[in-house]
Protein backbone atom coordinates (compact mmCIF):
# COMPACT_ATOMS: atom_id res chain seq x y z
CA UNK A 1 0.00 0.00 0.00
CA UNK A 2 1.74 3.12 -0.77
CA UNK A 3 0.50 7.10 -0.51
CA UNK A 4 -0.07 8.60 -3.84
CA UNK A 5 1.82 11.70 -5.39
CA UNK A 6 -0.98 14.11 -5.28
CA UNK A 7 -0.88 16.77 -8.22
CA UNK A 8 -1.29 20.40 -7.26
CA UNK A 9 -2.09 23.46 -9.05
CA UNK A 10 -1.02 24.55 -11.89
CA UNK A 11 -0.89 21.30 -13.38
CA UNK A 12 -2.47 21.07 -16.28
CA UNK A 13 -3.53 16.97 -15.72
CA UNK A 14 -6.19 18.09 -12.93
CA UNK A 15 -8.41 20.12 -15.86
CA UNK A 16 -9.10 16.29 -17.54
CA UNK A 17 -12.45 15.31 -17.35
CA UNK A 18 -12.52 12.06 -15.64
CA UNK A 19 -14.17 8.86 -17.14
CA UNK A 20 -16.68 6.30 -16.07
CA UNK A 21 -15.69 2.89 -13.78
CA UNK A 22 -17.27 -0.07 -15.59
CA UNK A 23 -14.93 -2.71 -13.93
CA UNK A 24 -15.15 -3.07 -10.47
CA UNK A 25 -12.65 -5.75 -9.58
CA UNK A 26 -9.88 -6.24 -7.17
CA UNK A 27 -7.70 -3.51 -8.79
CA UNK A 28 -10.21 -0.93 -8.39
CA UNK A 29 -10.18 -1.70 -4.80
CA UNK A 30 -6.87 -1.65 -4.15
CA UNK A 31 -6.56 1.54 -5.77
CA UNK A 32 -9.45 3.06 -3.46
CA UNK A 33 -7.34 1.48 -0.52
CA UNK A 34 -4.24 3.13 -2.11
CA UNK A 35 -6.18 6.87 -2.38
CA UNK A 36 -8.08 6.28 1.32
CA UNK A 37 -4.67 6.09 2.75
CA UNK A 38 -3.39 9.38 0.74
CA UNK A 39 -6.31 11.49 1.84
CA UNK A 40 -5.70 10.01 5.86
CA UNK A 41 -2.29 11.71 4.97
CA UNK A 42 -3.23 14.88 3.65
CA UNK A 43 -3.37 17.56 6.42
CA UNK A 44 -7.22 17.70 8.00
CA UNK A 45 -8.75 16.08 4.43
CA UNK A 46 -11.94 15.68 3.67
CA UNK A 47 -11.94 14.83 0.29
CA UNK A 48 -10.22 13.71 -2.65
CA UNK A 49 -10.30 12.70 -5.94
CA UNK A 50 -9.22 10.25 -8.17
CA UNK A 51 -7.84 12.72 -10.84
CA UNK A 52 -5.90 14.67 -8.06
CA UNK A 53 -3.33 11.42 -8.00
CA UNK A 54 -3.11 11.21 -12.07
CA UNK A 55 -6.52 8.29 -12.24
CA UNK A 56 -8.85 9.98 -14.53
CA UNK A 57 -11.52 7.83 -12.88
CA UNK A 58 -14.76 9.29 -11.36
CA UNK A 59 -14.02 8.08 -8.16
CA UNK A 60 -14.10 10.40 -4.78
CA UNK A 61 -13.89 9.51 -1.43
CA UNK A 62 -15.63 12.03 1.43
CA UNK A 63 -15.70 11.53 5.15
CA UNK A 64 -16.26 14.44 7.42
CA UNK A 65 -16.91 12.07 10.38
CA UNK A 66 -13.84 13.64 12.40
CA UNK A 67 -15.65 17.33 11.83
CA UNK A 68 -16.87 17.87 15.60
CA UNK A 69 -20.78 18.62 14.99
CA UNK A 70 -20.99 17.92 11.37
CA UNK A 71 -23.91 15.79 10.02
CA UNK A 72 -22.07 13.22 8.04
CA UNK A 73 -23.17 9.80 6.29
CA UNK A 74 -19.51 8.23 7.64
CA UNK A 75 -16.97 7.30 5.41
CA UNK A 76 -18.39 7.22 1.41
CA UNK A 77 -16.60 5.70 -1.49
CA UNK A 78 -18.36 6.94 -4.64
CA UNK A 79 -17.61 5.73 -8.09
CA UNK A 80 -19.66 7.43 -10.73
CA UNK A 81 -21.46 9.93 -8.51
CA UNK A 82 -24.56 11.60 -9.96
CA UNK A 83 -26.12 14.55 -7.95
CA UNK A 84 -29.61 13.99 -8.48
CA UNK A 85 -31.54 16.80 -6.83
CA UNK A 86 -29.94 20.21 -5.26
CA UNK A 87 -31.35 21.97 -2.72
CA UNK A 88 -30.76 26.14 -1.29
CA UNK A 89 -27.56 27.82 -1.43
CA UNK A 90 -24.71 28.69 1.03
CA UNK A 91 -21.27 30.22 0.83
CA UNK A 92 -18.56 28.43 2.26
CA UNK A 93 -14.77 28.05 2.74
CA UNK A 94 -13.41 25.36 0.97
CA UNK A 95 -9.65 24.07 0.79
CA UNK A 96 -8.21 21.29 -1.23
CA UNK A 97 -5.08 19.27 -1.31
CA UNK A 98 -4.28 20.33 -4.84
CA UNK A 99 -4.29 23.96 -3.71
CA UNK A 100 -1.93 23.50 -0.55
CA UNK A 101 -1.52 27.41 0.20
CA UNK A 102 -5.18 28.67 -0.19
CA UNK A 103 -8.47 28.41 0.91
CA UNK A 104 -11.62 30.12 -0.70
CA UNK A 105 -15.23 31.34 -0.66
CA UNK A 106 -17.48 28.82 -2.53
CA UNK A 107 -21.14 29.17 -3.23
CA UNK A 108 -22.77 25.32 -3.20
CA UNK A 109 -25.87 23.87 -2.75
CA UNK A 110 -26.89 23.20 0.53
CA UNK A 111 -28.48 19.94 0.74
CA UNK A 112 -28.42 17.30 -2.25
CA UNK A 113 -29.30 13.86 -3.14
CA UNK A 114 -26.62 11.33 -4.70
CA UNK A 115 -26.49 8.35 -6.39
CA UNK A 116 -23.08 6.26 -6.32
CA UNK A 117 -21.73 2.67 -6.56
CA UNK A 118 -19.31 1.27 -4.21
CA UNK A 119 -16.22 -0.22 -4.90
CA UNK A 120 -18.01 -3.59 -4.88
CA UNK A 121 -20.21 -2.03 -7.77
CA UNK A 122 -23.43 -1.53 -5.45
CA UNK A 123 -25.70 1.19 -5.98
CA UNK A 124 -25.99 3.78 -3.13
CA UNK A 125 -28.03 6.96 -2.55
CA UNK A 126 -27.01 9.59 0.12
CA UNK A 127 -28.59 12.46 1.12
CA UNK A 128 -26.47 15.10 2.35
CA UNK A 129 -26.39 18.77 4.05
CA UNK A 130 -24.02 21.59 5.25
CA UNK A 131 -21.02 20.99 5.05
CA UNK A 132 -20.83 17.50 3.64
CA UNK A 133 -22.87 18.33 0.92
CA UNK A 134 -20.02 21.05 0.31
CA UNK A 135 -17.28 18.69 0.51
CA UNK A 136 -19.16 16.48 -2.44
CA UNK A 137 -19.97 18.72 -4.76
CA UNK A 138 -16.16 19.73 -4.37
CA UNK A 139 -15.00 16.46 -5.15
CA UNK A 140 -17.20 15.87 -8.01
CA UNK A 141 -15.84 19.16 -9.59
CA UNK A 142 -12.33 17.43 -9.53
CA UNK A 143 -13.79 14.64 -11.98
CA UNK A 144 -14.97 17.40 -14.59
CA UNK A 145 -11.32 19.13 -14.01
CA UNK A 146 -13.05 22.12 -12.22
CA UNK A 147 -11.11 23.47 -9.00
CA UNK A 148 -13.02 25.61 -6.18
CA UNK A 149 -10.42 28.13 -7.57
CA UNK A 150 -12.79 28.66 -10.50
CA UNK A 151 -15.92 29.20 -8.25
CA UNK A 152 -14.87 31.70 -5.88
CA UNK A 153 -17.57 33.95 -4.92
CA UNK A 154 -15.08 37.08 -5.64
CA UNK A 155 -11.87 38.44 -6.46
CA UNK A 156 -11.29 38.86 -2.52
CA UNK A 157 -12.38 35.25 -1.43
CA UNK A 158 -8.84 33.75 -1.94
CA UNK A 159 -7.33 33.39 1.56
CA UNK A 160 -3.41 32.43 1.75
CA UNK A 161 -3.54 29.78 4.25
CA UNK A 162 -1.69 29.32 7.75
CA UNK A 163 0.98 26.87 7.62
CA UNK A 164 0.19 23.62 9.03
CA UNK A 165 2.50 22.68 11.77
CA UNK A 166 4.47 19.17 11.59
ZN1 LIG B 1 -9.98 19.46 -4.01
Given at each position: ?47 I ?31 N ?29 Q ?7 N ?28 L ?15 V???
Amino acid sequence: MAVLEILKYPDERLKRVSAPVSVFDDELRRFVAELEQTMAAGPAAVGIAAPQVGRVQRIVIVDVSGRPGTRSSGHMVLINPQILRREGEAIGREGCLSVPDCTGNVARAQRIELAAMNESGQRREYLCEGFEARAVQHEIDHLDGILFLHRLTGKRDLFRRKVYKS
